[in-house]
């Protein structure tokens, strides 16, 4: 069973796993996580309170990361490896694995919420470094093929991949190209082939969806800072 | 070969991990971590441009989890895991260890730097918020044996052990104490059962080396500040 909501990136990218292992789930949505967080979930994740949360066995696993990385152990059965075997690159992949979260989604996410123009182009000009550094990785593990994990999608594929809704929304709602052709050609192909294979098609929610979704997120936060500064 | 200054709780976490795998390592310590970086450092950590480096096989592993995690795999046919072999036990000890530095060494680390006397209580408080979370997690993981890893030492014993010098100076010379026998008797004992290992005695730094390490470490933030503030 996986506990979520449909927007979170970071559910996205258990989705993404679960899809790509071939594996089927209960999905349950939180429909309220400002306010009103389920029992359920604050029994599985007491630590952090936070969406995504698998739970196989009775037994609950937190963090997304965590989970991709469970997911890949736990199913080994299935052939199919997210992880490479050799023990240098599994070290790269969680190594950019966790720049990805740290340095990218950050950054990103402070220039979502960035109060004033300064703080806003000062989180985008971080986000512009770490898609450059990203890129030059991307080289690094690809070694020339389609995706970071080679020939087929690995860990790094679907950690990533659960980024595409931000550049959908960040292209469609305020211009700004995440990934480009000048800035990093290499990522910007790989969205495209990324976002077209089935398994990832039938998980990444529709871009209207997202805008919408994106649109009232915004709303509500304007909401809330008007009603707390009266 | 490993890149790294004797102080650092990050780099002794590495050395633990060596040491109790039984592993034999070239010990290359960096002069100057402030003004002065190496070109080896700064070749083989481009990224953040931080020590622990462990450089095997002529390929740099950065970030001390993902080295000890590295360690644990690459030396597979020495017989000693420190990772669970169970796929549910892999999670949790990842997740807690996540916890430990996310949590626990940042609120020490921001209590230690922390300017008025407002921000460090506030940081004190959020570190013993995490210590008695973590005690919880001591019990579970455990399950009544010595050690997180249980009969024997862990991942999680080695991530944790990187603290051990921070309780030791947090005592001597502010009178701290991180563990105790009322918010946490079980991670108290822990401390004592664990630096009393040999393969722990070999590596954690004696106690008045850190002890003046610490207070020179102070010495020059004061400096910097005074130069800055003319």
Redesign the interface.
């Known amino acids: 069973m996986l506990l979520g909501t449909w927007a979170s990136p970071f559910v996205i990218r258990v989705k993404l796993a679960l899809s790509f292992k071939g594996l089927s789930y209960e999905n349950v949505e939180e429909e309220d996580l400002y306010y009103n967080k389920s029992e359920l979930l604050l029994m599985s994740n007491p ?1 952090h309170k936070k969406v995504p949360v698998l739970i ?2 009775g ?1 609950s ?3 997304s990361q ?2 991709v ?2 997911i890949d ?2 199913f080994s059965t299935e052939g199919t490896f997210l992880l490479p075997a050799d ?2 690159e ?2 790269m992949a ?2 950019w694995a ?2 990805i979260d740290d340095k990218l989604f950050a950054a990103a996410f402070r220039a979502g919420k960035a109060k004033t123009e300064e703080e806003k182009a000062e989180a985008l000009k971080q986000t512009f470094v770490a898609v450059e ?1 990203l890129e030059k990785a991307f080289k690094e593990c690809s070694k020339g093929k389609p995706f970071f994990g080679g020939d087929s999608v690995g860990y790094l594929d679907i950690v990533l991949g659960a980024l595409i809704p931000i550049v959908y929304v960040g292209k469609a709602r305020y211009g700004i190209e995440l990934f480009d052709d000048t800035r990093s050609p290499l990522l910007e192909a790989w969205v495209e082939r990324f976002a077209a294979l089935d398994a990832a098609k039938a998980i990444l929610p529709e871009v209207d969806k997202l805008i919408e979704n994106s649109k009232a997120k915004q709303a509500r936060a304007a909401a809330v800072a008007a009603a707390t500064s009266k």
């Open positions: 630590v196989h066995n037994k696993i937190c963090e965590l989970i990385q469970y152990e736990a023990p240098y599994r070290a969680r190594f966790a720049y550094t």
